[in-house]
Structure formats: structure tokens, C-alpha cells
């Protein structure tokens, strides 16, 4: 069980690392003029990035907890 939930929240994660990463390499690369224009749009997106793999990082922990339970190793 946990090896099918591991792979259902490693997907997510990965897409959620890859974005940070892509927008990380963009704004590094943006001349200040343009970036200053952009930064609202960059903040929002960067605080959902973040709120989402806090939220996966807790469902993983919530599982991982669970197959302890089941497990009696809690």
C-alpha cells in the first residue's frame, strides 16, 4: 500500500520542484526592469508552489503514520 500512495504524492512533488526550479532559472534571467514589473505575479506564484509541497510533505508524513500504525512500529 504505502509503495502505491509513495508513487501518488512523488508525482506531484516532482511537478511542483520542476515549476520552482523553471521559475527560478526565469527570474534569475529577467533583466530588473522586467522582473520588477512581474514581481507580484512571481510572489503569487511562488507562495502557491510553497503551500502545495507543504501540504503533499504533510499528507506523505499523515500516510507514512498510518503504515506505522497498521504496522504496530508507532
Request: net charge negative.
Amino acid at each position: 500500500m504505502l509503495s502505491s500512495v509513495s508513487h501518488e504524492f512523488r508525482t506531484p512533488l516532482n511537478i511542483i520542484s520542476s515549476s520552482v526550479s523553471i521559475l527560478q532559472n526565469t527570474v534569475q534571467n529577467m533583466t530588473k526592469e522586467k522582473l520588477s514589473e512581474d514581481r507580484d505575479k512571481i510572489s503569487k506564484y511562488l507562495k502557491i508552489c510553497n503551500i502545495s509541497s507543504v501540504l503533499m510533505m504533510s499528507y506523505v508524513e499523515d500516510i507514512l503514520d498510518l503504515g506505522r500504525i497498521e504496522a504496530d512500529t508507532f
